[in-house]
């Protein structure tokens, strides 16, 4: 199988991390926005990334969908819980790392604007107040836990753990930590762990 995305991408880590957890074999193919048409297009018409192209010559698309998908190939270790209610705890948890990730994309690349193309003061305050409430929340479920949801890891831990990441790289001077003790103890675990090193941006 195929993954094409970009080290920058936190959604591409998501769905690497799933595949490095899961022990499933794969090629991590590079594709920058400038190489989008010709290597993504092919496989998901919406031009985004991350795409999983599987062995079979179909394409699985959108990160969610990715991690499911390689749940599902091997019985163990198991990412998404079975029992319905388990799954749909794990799936939320999923849902607040996108959604800090994605208020964390729309900052870095406002960024990137000319200051005069830049939204207002007003925008980034809405943008960092999710971050905020999303990580809020993280931290009460979290609790004294080993792990952000049941006794072993799973899809909830990636999700913390992926867009904190990149909460750390792309805004380090947020500030999370101090309001987030426990979070932040979690996460300082998390990157211990062989898959996030793995497919830590920096160490590629």
């Not at 007003?122 to 943008?127: F, I, T, V």
């Not at 960092?128 to 409430?133: G, M, P, T």
């Amino acid at each position: 199988m195929k993954l094409f995305g970009t080290p920058g991408s936190p959604f591409v880590r998501k769905a690497r991390l799933a595949l490095e957890e899961k022990g499933v074999p794969y090629e991590y193919v590079l594709a920058p926005r400038e190489t989008r048409k010709e290597l993504v297009v092919p496989h998901n018409p919406l031009g985004k990334i991350p795409v999983l192209l599987r062995d079979d010559g179909k394409s699985v698309f959108d990160s969610p969908v990715i991690v499911e998908y390689v749940d599902g190939l091997k019985p163990e270790p198991r990412l998404i819980p079975q029992a319905f209610e388990d799954r749909i705890a794990v799936k939320r948890w999923e849902a607040l790392g996108d959604g800090v990730a994605e208020a964390t994309v729309l900052i870095t690349h406002d960024w990137r604007k000319p200051e005069d193309k830049r939204e207002p003061e007003k925008w980034y305050e809405a943008q960092r107040e999710k971050i905020r409430r999303g990580l809020a929340m993280m931290e009460r479920e979290l609790g004294d836990g080993a792990f952000c949801f049941g006794k072993s890891f799973t899809l909830a831990d990636i999700a913390a753990g992926y867009a904190l990441a990149y909460l750390e790289e792309g805004i380090p001077d947020f500030g999370w930590r101090s309001a987030n003790p426990r979070l932040s103890r979690h996460y300082d675990t998390l990157s211990k762990r062989a898959a996030f090193r793995n497919t830590d941006p920096d160490a590629k």
